[in-house]
């Protein structure tokens, strides 16, 4: 794993000292072979770059274009989620970001998913932190 660490860059702004301004993804395969049966499993682990307000962050050129589409692509995923979780609410978004597209299997697939929001406790990120919960309660609603 600290493979992935020297690998991703990192740029401090305002709220972050050590942003890595990416959401990182880790694919590991499994296969178990007894006989002539094979049982094969997939387990995705995403570490999902936090929202931030760019007038919060104090982001600028380069910096504030990541943050965009960083917040569309977890936009993208809550409006995945709030698809999937209701029963007229259409089709998925998938294909309108990478991220989605590449979670795809893991949100309406058979599969289990686990999910762990981390949050700040500082009274300055408490929109933040109030989004990141209603993010995961809307996640904690998926039933398929």
Request: proline share 1%.
């Amino acid at each position: 794993m600290q493979l992935v660490e020297i690998t991703r860059s990192s740029k401090g702004h305002q709220l972050n000292h050590r942003s890595s301004r990416s959401h990182c993804v880790v694919t590991l395969k499994c296969s178990n072979k007894k006989g002539n049966s094979l049982k094969q499993s997939r387990f995705l682990f995403v570490d999902l770059a936090g929202s931030e307000r760019i007038h919060k962050s104090g982001a600028t050129n380069i910096k504030a274009e990541e943050a965009k589409n960083i917040n569309q692509s977890l936009t993208t995923l809550g409006r995945c989620i709030i698809a999937i979780k209701s029963k007229n609410g259409g089709h998925p978004p998938f294909r309108e970001t990478s991220l989605t597209m590449l979670l795809k299997d893991s949100l309406s697939g058979n599969c289990k998913t686990c999910m762990i929001c981390t949050i700040a406790d500082e009274s300055s990120m408490v929109s933040e932190s109030v989004s990141t919960l209603r993010f995961g309660l809307n996640c904690g609603h998926v039933k398929l």
